[in-house]
Nanobody, 121 residues
Framework: QVQLVESGGGLVQAGGSLGLSCAASGSIFSIDAMAWYRQAPGKQREWVASVTSVGSTNYVDAVKGRFTISRDNAKNTVFLQMNSLKPEDTAVYYC???????????????WGKGTLVTVSS
């Protein structure tokens, strides 16, 4: 089995910064894409940013220029640096990874349990 554990959430004032991290552990051969999603109260979960195994990144327009996603392949960890935070960034942030457990198996999607980010105005 594979586990994803997020850390780094908390309360911050608007304009501040927070960094999230997510470590994958367990039966892992390799990890393809890693990403962050978020779910605000009363809203559906939305994709925020993703990074491929070779470091290509993409962001939702709402966070471009403010958030930076990165990963450490050796540690199976993905990071999200969030700057210039806004109250509308308040959400539970979920880590995602597309994991190959062996070289012969198809990849499987895994999710973390989420970490709460609250941005006060």
């Amino acid at each position: 089995q594979v586990q994803l554990v997020e850390s780094g959430g908390g309360l911050v004032q608007a304009g501040g910064s927070l960094g999230l991290s997510c470590a994958a552990s367990g039966s892992i051969f390799s990890i393809d894409a890693m990403a962050w999603y978020r779910q605000a109260p009363g809203k559906q979960r939305e994709w925020v940013a993703s990074v491929t195994s070779v470091g290509s990144t993409n962001y939702v327009d709402a966070v471009k220029g403010r958030f930076t996603i990165s990963r450490d392949n050796a540690k199976n960890t993905v990071f999200l640096q969030m700057n210039s935070l806004k109250p509308e960034d308040t959400a539970v942030y979920y880590c995602y990874a597309h994991v190959l457990r062996t070289s012969a198996m198809a990849g499987v999607d895994y999710w973390g349990k989420g970490t709460l980010v609250t941005v006060s105005s």
